[in-house]
């Protein structure tokens, strides 16, 4: 007991990192989700196809293999990332690729007749997305931004295999000095879970407070 | 750095190996979590509430960590406790039970979609629960599922390289060792990628004529 009550402050040093990977990564990943989602419902056909290229390679390839290519790759050609910065890239432009497409559901789920009323109202493009479309929409977005912010969590646990001390590396470092496997494993799979009960119940906060006034005016 | 043609031709045949095990591995992997998948939704509209619960906190506990890590658990705790698994074997075990935690979800929304009306005829013509389960409700639940589960069936393609953390040798472990082996990261990493690429570009085309053949449910 006593012996590997030593290494929790390792443990929580590594839940740090683990922290700040994923409110780093999401800030990336939200960034990343609208300009992604709205690129794919431009008028100029051109921002359409980058959009969707966007969206298709960071979808299609996987994440872990994302990471190690712009670990040990990019290098190569000249663009040198430390793993905190190869794993927020990484995780971000991930979990942004899927961001984007619930970005365009939920714009394009707002009903024609909001935009119609932009036009009568002579808003502009821009005014009309700011104050009428994304309002109502980012409401839709929210409980699948939640789901991804915890994609993004477990997600983290690759860049371990990079050499970045976050919660899984300091479980395996526990691991492998005092041989205990059950309790480093066990208590990294409760404080991610916490992590992730923490996300959830922010994001449904979030969602009551957005919502608050909402009732009725929304089918 | 130059892209090495000669190069990629010599370490094709070792990742095909590595292919073989990764397609092995989602295939056994898709079975596990459809079977548990389905004992999850199952369990989860038990009559018994500390089942139904217990069950529920067990599902959101597995959704809410990291497959990573689950995976260390099954490989490193398990034969402390004596039931020693191949790395195979433990990574189709985490594999199936991470992801049959999803597909509890898409057996749960295509069983809610039975209409009300099925459950009751079937009562009136007195079929017994088993009876019910698998000539009623189940044959019209399942085929709306088919193209969310393929879409976890395809997300858990792309998770197999967390295998090589546990000493699978499938694709990704392959490129690692050819990469480490020849100090040459560019061919195999890229290669891996691409192929990733290539099966997601695929499967989307499938997952598209999936949901136009069965529709879609949740």
Redesign the interface.
């Known amino acids: 007991m006593s012996q590997w009550l030593g290494y929790i402050p390792l443990m929580l040093e590594g839940a740090l990192v683990t922290i700040e990977l994923t409110v780093l990564g999401s800030a990336l990943a939200l960034v990343m989700a609208f300009l992604g989602g709205l690129g794919r419902l431009s008028p100029h056909a051109a921002v359409r196809a980058l959009a969707t290229i966007y969206i ?2 960071f ?8 990471l ?2 712009a670990y ?2 990019l290098p ?2 000249g663009l040198t990332l430390t793993p905190l910065q190869a794993g927020i890239a990484a995780l971000g432009l991930n979990v942004g690729a899927y961001g984007a497409e619930v970005v365009r559901g939920a714009v394009k789920s707002v009903g024609r007749e909001q935009h119609e009323a932009c036009v009568a109202l002579n808003l502009t493009r821009w005014q009309c997305l700011r104050h009428i479309i994304l309002p109502q929409a980012f409401v839709i977005m929210l409980p699948t931004f939640g789901n991804n912010a ?1 994609e993004l ?6 860049v ?2 990079i050499s970045l001390a976050d919660l ?1 590396f300091q ?2 470092v526990v ?1 492998s000095q005092t041989g205990s ?2 309790v480093p ?2 208590t ?2 409760i404080i ?2 916490a992590i ?2 923490v996300i959830s119940a922010g994001v449904r906060g979030l969602e009551r407070h957005l919502t608050r006034g909402l009732d009725g005016v929304r089918a | ?1 130059d892209w090495d043609w000669a190069f990629v031709r010599e370490i094709l045949p070792t990742l095909l190996e590595g292919v073989k095990l990764t397609i092995l591995a989602t295939l056994l992997g898709s079975a596990v979590a459809a079977v548990v998948g389905l004992a999850f939704a199952l369990l989860r509209r038990s009559p018994n509430r500390l089942v139904a619960r217990t069950t529920r906190f067990f599902v959101e ?1 597995v ?8 995976l ?2 099954l490989f ?2 398990l ?2 406790l004596g039931i020693l698994l191949a790395p195979l074997v433990a990574g189709v075990i985490g594999l199936g039970l991470h992801y049959g935690t999803y597909m509890a979800e898409v057996y749960r929304a295509g069983i809610d979609n039975v209409p009300r009306g099925q459950w009751e005829a079937a009562k009136a013509c007195n079929l017994t629960g088993p009876q019910t389960w698998i000539h009623v409700i189940l044959p019209q639940a399942l085929p709306p599922m088919i193209p969310a589960g393929a879409n976890y069936f395809v997300a858990m393609f ?2 197999t ?2 295998l090589s ?1 546990i000493t699978v040798l499938e694709l ?1 472990n392959q490129a ?1 060792s050819v ?1 480490n082996f020849n100090y040459r ?2 061919e195999p ?2 290669l ?2 691409v192929f ?2 290539i099966i ?2 695929i499967s ?1 085309v499938a997952l598209r004529m999936l949901e136009r053949r069965f529709g879609r449910v949740g």
């Not at chain 1, 969590?153 to 690759?158: I, Q, W």
């Not at chain 2, 959704?63 to 689950?70: A, D, S």
């Open positions: 298709e390679f979808r299609g390839t996987s994440i872990f293999v994302q190690f290519w040990f790759v190569l050609f915890i969590l477990k997600g983290s646990a690759v371990s295999l899984t479980a395996q691991r496997t059950v494993f066990v990294s799979l991610y879970f992730a009960s | 750095m506990f959704r809410g960590t990291p497959l990573l890590v689950q260390y658990f490193y705790v034969p402390d792309k998770e390289p967390l953390a990704m690692r990469a990261y560019l990493m890229t891996v990628g990733f690429l997601s570009l989307v």
